[in-house]
């Protein structure tokens, strides 16, 4: 999969689960600018297993992995997605 | 069951912790909760419960093999409260134990009594928390004081046919996020909520997947989820991961909040007063450790 082909698939999901603007900087907190709270995390994390087509393991629900869209970018390449 | 006769309003909290009373209710579907009074201990509201339970039972406390206590808020030290509550039911001689465990607790009981009832006889396990002292240990936080409110609930597990037969059970500890809930009375109560939510959200249900699964029974098929009482959203939430209905999942959050060790049990006391005999019923808790698990019972 190309970036920048993961790259809008992953803005896709969030905007899906947010409903709000992006940041544009894609290393801004998705936590500290409110876009996603302690109940939208889990719904985000599904929609990406289902979206990308991977299963993230207990060990990796580490919020700080879907903090922000470079991270998870980071994660998903990591994972083959 | 036992309950504080305190009730403490959102409006109440609010003021105390700078928030209003709606954003209380939106973020943990809480509308009030019941506080103990100062000296009211552990093993007191413990007791209250046990006398309820039994008397439902219709069982002396003489008879009883074993008395489990479950609380994460009993002060620290030893003895731990099973012992008080073992004195105050008049117990002299029947082994009573102590099970440190906040929120799960209750579940990790009833799985141990469930292996020690053919043993030991009847035992009582209690899940009984004070939490208003651990939020009152310090300053009051603003995220996670308005959760937690006082209560102590209590079943009768026995080898003996009762009213429901436990079946099957899952019990898992993670070690990992030990730090992400935790208190010590050395501090406030401290809670990474993001990383709590997503391990539960993913935990309760994968363990009560996994203990349906292994007896084969489909989770829409069960009468009623008992569950820990941590917050309303959680509990909606676990229900569509199943795929039930969101009033599968039984809750009583909104009158006494997150009762830790307590709160399954005292769902299960009301939900069977409430409701005609149903099964099969699951039970299943996550808590600080963090520790999960499920049980099955028809």
Same mark, same amino acid.
């Given at each position: 999969m190309s970036d920048a082909n993961r790259h809008a698939r992953l803005l896709g999901v969030l905007k899906t689960i947010t409903a709000q603007p992006l940041p544009a900087d894609d290393d801004e907190s998705l936590f500290e600018s409110g876009l996603l709270d302690s109940f939208a995390l889990p719904d985000l994390v599904s929609a990406l297993e289902l979206e990308f087509s991977i299963k993230v393991p207990d060990r990796d629900l580490n919020p700080r992995k879907f903090d922000s869209v470079s991270r998870m970018e980071t994660y998903l390449e990591d994972h083959g997605a | 069951m036992h309950v504080p006769e305190r009730v403490v309003t959102n409006e109440e909290m609010a003021g105390r912790i700078g928030r209003t009373a709606e954003w209380i209710e939106g973020v943990s579907g809480i509308c009030e909760r019941r506080w103990a009074a100062a000296e009211t201990s552990v093993a007191d509201l413990a007791v209250a419960a046990a006398n309820d339970c039994l008397v439902r039972a219709g069982v002396e406390a003489s008879t009883l093999?074993?008395?489990?206590?479950?609380?994460?808020?009993?002060?620290?030290?030893? &003895?731990?409260? #099973?012992?008080?509550?073992?004195?105050?039911? =008049?117990?002299?001689?029947? &082994?009573?134990? @102590?099970? &440190?465990?906040? $929120?799960?607790? $209750?579940?990790?009981?009833?799985?141990?009594?469930?292996?020690?009832?053919?043993?030991?006889?009847?035992?009582?396990?209690? =899940?009984?928390?004070?939490?208003?002292?651990?939020?009152?240990?310090?300053? !009051?936080?603003?995220?996670?004081?308005?959760?937690?409110?006082?209560?102590?609930?209590?079943?009768?597990?026995?080898?003996?046919?009762?009213?429901?037969?436990? !079946?099957?059970?899952?019990?898992?500890?993670?070690?990992? *996020?030990?730090?992400?809930?935790?208190?010590?009375?050395? =501090?406030?109560?401290?809670?990474? =909520?993001?990383?709590?939510?997503?391990?539960?959200?993913? +935990?309760?249900?994968?363990?009560?997947?996994?203990?349906?699964?292994?007896? +084969?029974?489909?989770?829409? @098929?069960?009468?009623?989820?008992?569950?820990?009482q #941590?917050?309303?959203?959680?509990? !909606?939430?676990?229900? +569509?991961?199943?795929?039930?209905?969101?009033?599968?999942? *039984?809750?009583?959050?909104?009158? *006494?909040?997150?009762? /830790?060790?307590? /709160?399954?049990?005292i769902a299960a006391a009301e939900w069977s007063r409430e409701s005609p005999a149903a099964d099969p019923v699951v039970f299943s808790a996550f808590g600080a450790g963090f520790h999960w698990g499920a049980i099955l019972a028809k």
């Open positions: - | 093999g074993m008395i489990i206590v479950a609380s994460g808020s009993a002060r620290p030290g030893f &003895p731990g409260p #099973a012992a008080e509550v073992a004195l105050q039911l =008049g117990l002299e001689n029947t &082994p009573a134990l @102590d099970v &440190p465990m906040a $929120s799960a607790g $209750s579940l990790f009981g009833m799985a141990m009594a469930a292996q020690m009832a053919g043993h030991f006889g009847d035992v009582l396990v209690i =899940g009984a928390e004070k939490m208003s002292a651990v939020i009152e240990s310090g300053p !009051l936080d603003g995220n996670t004081a308005m959760l937690f409110g006082d209560g102590a609930g209590a079943v009768l597990v026995s080898a003996r046919t009762g009213r429901w037969e436990i !079946l099957d059970m899952v019990l898992h500890t993670d070690g990992q *996020y030990r730090d992400s809930l935790a208190f010590d009375w050395s =501090g406030p109560l401290r809670m990474n =909520g993001l990383s709590v939510i997503l391990q539960a959200a993913r +935990k309760l249900p994968s363990s009560i997947e996994e203990v349906l699964g292994r007896q +084969k029974v489909a989770a829409a @098929d069960v009468a009623v989820f008992l569950l820990h #941590a917050n309303q959203n959680l509990l !909606l939430r676990v229900a +569509k991961s199943l795929g039930v209905p969101g009033e599968r999942v *039984y809750s009583n959050v909104a009158r *006494y909040g997150n009762t /830790s060790s307590a /709160s399954m049990l």
